[in-house]
C-alpha cells in the first residue's frame, strides 16, 4: 500500500507553486506563439509579444510571470487504497504548502487572500487559506493539479441559469465583450455546463486545466457536439475583433 508522507506532500505543493509562478506551460507558449504568427492586428501582435518576451524573462530570472500572483486552487484526486503518515488534514498540508511558497525567500509572491471576507477583510500576509477540491478514485495514487488563478480573471468570472432552448455560444458572445481588460487577455475560456451552480463552476475551472489542442482539434475536426462547440466559440469569439 503506497504511503503519502505529510512533509513530501507539503512540501510538493509548495515547490509546484513557485514552479508555476515563473514557466508557463508548454503548449502555452507553443499555441501563444503560433498565435502571433496568424494575428493580423498590429496591436494585439504587439500584445502577444510582449508576453512571450515576458514569458521568457521570468523564466530565466526566476521571477513571478504576473504582479498577482493568484488564489490557490488545488484539485486532487486520492486513490481509495492510499494510505497517509500525517498529522495534519489535506487542507492543513495544503495550506502549509501554500505558505512555504509565498513565503520564499528568493521568490516571494503576493498575498492576495483575505479573513473574515464579510468583515474586517483583513490580509492573511501569506495567500491561505487556498482552495481545495479532493475527488476520492480507485487505486493507490495521489495526482495534485495546483493553479494560482489571478484575482482579475477571477473577478470576472460569470455564471447564468439558461434555459433549455437557450444559446451557450450566444451567452458567451454577449458576455465576453463586457470583461473589458480586467482578466488580463489574450486569455483562455473555461466553460462549465450543466449540473448544479457550484458543479458548473467547478467544471469551468477544471477545463482551464486541459491541453490547449484548439489548432489540433480544427485540423482534425470534431467528433462529438462538445467540439463542435468549442470550434464554433472559437471563431465567434475570435471574430469580435476584441483588442485590449
Not at 515547490?15 to 499555441?31: F, K, W
Not at 475551472?205 to 491541453?211: I, R, S, T, V
Request: net charge negative; glycine share 8%.
Amino acid at each position: 500500500m503506497a504511503t503519502i508522507q505529510q512533509e513530501d506532500f507539503i512540501q510538493s505543493v509548495a515547490d509546484a507553486l513557485q514552479y508555476i509562478s515563473y514557466y508557463h506551460p508548454v503548449d502555452y507558449i507553443t499555441s501563444l506563439a503560433q498565435a502571433y504568427e496568424r494575428e493580423q492586428s498590429a496591436a494585439a501582435k504587439d500584445a502577444i509579444a510582449q508576453i512571450l518576451i515576458n514569458s521568457r524573462l521570468c523564466a530565466e530570472g526566476h521571477r513571478p510571470i504576473c504582479q498577482d500572483t493568484g488564489i490557490v486552487t488545488v484539485f486532487l484526486e486520492v486513490g481509495m487504497n492510499l494510505c497517509w503518515n500525517a498529522t495534519l488534514s489535506v487542507d492543513e498540508m495544503v495550506n502549509e504548502g501554500v505558505r512555504r511558497a509565498y513565503h520564499h525567500p528568493d521568490n516571494k509572491l503576493r498575498a492576495s487572500v483575505l479573513a473574515d471576507p464579510a468583515g474586517k477583510r483583513i490580509n492573511t500576509k501569506d495567500n491561505t487559506p487556498a482552495v481545495v477540491n479532493v475527488k476520492i478514485v480507485p487505486g493507490d495514487r495521489l495526482e495534485v493539479t495546483v493553479a494560482a488563478k489571478g484575482g482579475g480573471s477571477e473577478a470576472k468570472s460569470k455564471f447564468a441559469m439558461l434555459n433549455p432552448s437557450d444559446s451557450v455560444v450566444d451567452w458567451v458572445l454577449k458576455t465576453v465583450p463586457t470583461m473589458g481588460a480586467g482578466w488580463c487577455p489574450p486569455g483562455m475560456l473555461g466553460i462549465g455546463i450543466g449540473g448544479t451552480a457550484e458543479k458548473a463552476m467547478l467544471l469551468a475551472k477544471e477545463a482551464l486545466m486541459e491541453p490547449i489542442d484548439i489548432q489540433n482539434l480544427i485540423a482534425r475536426g470534431p467528433n462529438n457536439r462538445a467540439e463542435e462547440l468549442r470550434i464554433e466559440l472559437y471563431e465567434k469569439v475570435n471574430a469580435l475583433g476584441i483588442v485590449v
